[in-house]
């Protein structure tokens, strides 16, 4: 058997440095912890980054998985196969959207979204020059659509030139969206729950000034559901919360539960008035495996009563973490929706990230200074107190 520094000493040589990796190397995983190759045990507040929202080694998912291995795993998009019929029956059931195209990633969604919209909008005028809103301290992805409305100029910069024609707004504030309309404004983008910018929700009063705006003006309303979706706030998808319907969605993430699996969701009247044949496509977008994937992890949630339990604990959770920020000098805020939490210090929190997984607790930053909170949307109140008694003492140290 090789030690855990073997692994990582093939993996330096092998793996090309994109990613600096803590030194763990994961071997396997149950419910809510994961374990490492020399077997220790680690509560797992993460999710594989708010992917696996059924927590680890869920027997029914893996059934599923193995018994449509055993069946049929890809045969392209020349021909229909039954699991993507019945996931795109189910996904459009629970978003009350009304076409789906499947894709293989987030970035890939929001790829097809941009597309989508700049299509829609050639149709109405013929012309190529129209312009997409995205938010300041946006994520969208690192293919290079989703990187040109990502509002982070130190991930774009190396890459220039982005694709054009892309303004940027702040993040709930209309005025600075009024500003950016123009008449070749074609859509407006964000996420309903800004994730790598900082946890930042979207105020119930800009999301309706949006949409009244987008539906004043036949803009099209792009919202991105990729992690704050599937449940993770509380409701099925962010904007459920709040009413107000996107023209089209992304979402990803916790979609697979773990198998690489996204879609853009759009309603009928874009669907009508966009995408046509050939003009996008995919060779494992929605394969049966994918299809798989997403039909039993849409059963699950509603087997489980996932969405309840992220009400339930999500609450807990949010009390827990506000009674840190009263007790500890070192916090400035707690922001967040149900199971996607974080919290604002007022220094990098790398250390106490380092420290805690030290201690056996996965925590992840978004930004330099905030500890965001994405764990499996199965997780109990005990598991909170758990996370709590290891976090508090990383910061008593």
């Known amino acids: 058997m090789e030690t855990m520094k073997e692994y990582i000493e ?3 040589k092998a793996l090309l440095h994109t990613y600096n990796r803590y ?8 419910g809510v912890y994961l374990y490492d190759v020399e077997g220790k045990k680690y509560l797992d507040f993460c999710a594989g980054i708010a992917v696996f929202a059924l927590g680890y080694n869920n027997q029914k998912y893996n059934n599923a998985l193995k018994a449509q291995i055993d069946k049929l795993i890809h045969t392209s998009n020349y021909y229909y196969n039954v699991p993507a019929i019945e996931a795109a029956k189910k996904i459009k059931k629970a978003s009350g959207m009304d ?35 995205a938010m300041e301290h946006s994520f969208h992805g690192r293919t290079m659509g989703a990187l040109s409305v990502t509002g982070n100029p130190k991930y774009r910069e190396a890459f220039q030139p982005m694709i054009g024609n892309i303004r940027f707004a702040r993040m709930n504030d209309f005025e600075s969206v009024l500003a950016n309309v123009t008449d070749k404004t074609c859509a407006i983008l964000f996420e309903t729950v800004q994730g790598e910018g900082g946890i930042y929700p979207a105020q119930e009063s800009f999301l309706k000034q949006v949409k009244a705006l987008c539906e004043e003006r036949d803009i099209l309303l792009i919202l991105d559901e990729i992690q704050c979706g599937m449940g993770r706030t509380g409701s099925m998808f962010a904007w459920q919360k709040y009413g107000i319907k996107p023209d089209i969605m992304t979402t990803a993430k916790a979609l697979g539960c773990g198998v690489p699996v996204g879609a853009f969701l759009m309603t009928e009247k874009v669907g009508q008035n966009s995408l046509t044949s050939g003009d996008h496509g995919t060779t494992y977008g929605g394969n049966p495996l994918a299809g798989a994937a997403i039909n039993i992890v849409l059963d699950l949630f509603e087997e489980n009563h996932i969405i309840d339990n992220v009400n339930e604990v999500g609450a807990y959770l949010k009390e827990k973490l506000d009674e840190l920020v009263t007790e500890y000098d070192c916090i400035e805020e707690r922001r967040g929706l149900g199971l996607m939490q974080g919290l604002v210090f007022k220094k990098p929190v790398g250390e106490i990230i380092t420290k805690a997984l030290d201690k056996g607790l996965i925590l992840i930053n978004a930004g330099t200074n905030i500890i965001r909170f994405v764990p499996p949307l199965i997780i109990e109140k005990k598991h909170v107190d758990e996370m709590l008694s290891i976090l508090k003492t990383c910061l008593d140290e």
């Open 10 to 12: 093939e993996a330096e």
């Open 23 to 30: 030194q763990v190397v994961l071997d396997k995983g149950d």
């Open 99 to 133: 076409r789906v195209f499947f894709t293989n990633s987030g970035a890939e969604a929001v790829e097809g979204a941009i597309k989508a919209a700049r299509k829609y909008a050639y149709l109405k005028d013929g012309s190529t020059d129209h312009e997409i809103i």
